[in-house]
C-alpha cells in the first residue's frame, strides 16, 4: 500500500475503496445499511504512508470526495487499518492502544463500523465454509469436505 500511496493519487484510491466498499456492502442482505448516513461526510487518515481520503454517503453508497469537510475523521497507519478489514484486531483494543484515533461524530464512524464489520463476517463465514479444516484420525490438516 506504501508504493501504491506514493504512485497513485488520493482521488483514484478514494474511488476504488468507495467501490470495494459498495460491494461488500451490496453483497449483503441488509441493503441498506449506510441509508441513515446519508449527506455525512467521512475522512480516513493514513499516518504511515501518509494519505487522506475523503467520502460522502449518498443513497447508501460511500462516494469520493474531497477529504476537506468531514464530519468524522478516523485516523492511524496502514497496517491498523489493515487489521481492521482481516478482523484480526479488534477495533475498540486499536483505539484504546492508540493506534488509531477518532474525531468529529463517533456516532457516524461507529455506524460505519458496525455495518462493515457485519459484512466482512458473513462474507468471511460464507467463504470459508467450503474450506474448513476438519481433524479425522490419520487426516490431521488435510482439507477435507
Not at 70 to 87: E, H, N, P
Not at 124 to 139: A, D, I, M, V, W
Amino acid at each position: 500500500m506504501g508504493l501504491a500511496a506514493r504512485i497513485i493519487p488520493a482521488p483514484i484510491l478514494a474511488a476504488l475503496a468507495a467501490l470495494m466498499t459498495n460491494i461488500l456492502l451490496g453483497l449483503d442482505e441488509a441493503d441498506g445499511s449506510l441509508d441513515a448516513l446519508s449527506g455525512a461526510h467521512i475522512c480516513l487518515e493514513i499516518t504511515a504512508p501518509t494519505l487522506k481520503l475523503g467520502f460522502v454517503v449518498r443513497e447508501g453508497l460511500l462516494w469520493p470526495v474531497r477529504p476537506e469537510r468531514c464530519d468524522v475523521c478516523i485516523r492511524g497507519d496502514i497496517a491498523s487499518f489493515l487489521a481492521l478489514l482481516r478482523q484480526t484486531d479488534d477495533a475498540d483494543a486499536l483505539f484504546f492502544d492508540r493506534q488509531l484515533a477518532v474525531e468529529g461524530k463517533t456516532d457516524i464512524a461507529l455506524h460505519i463500523r458496525h455495518a462493515l464489520e457485519g459484512a466482512i463476517y458473513r462474507r468471511l463465514r460464507t467463504f470459508r465454509k467450503p474450506f474448513t479444516l476438519h481433524q479425522k484420525e490419520g487426516y490431521k490438516g488435510r482439507l477435507s469436505r
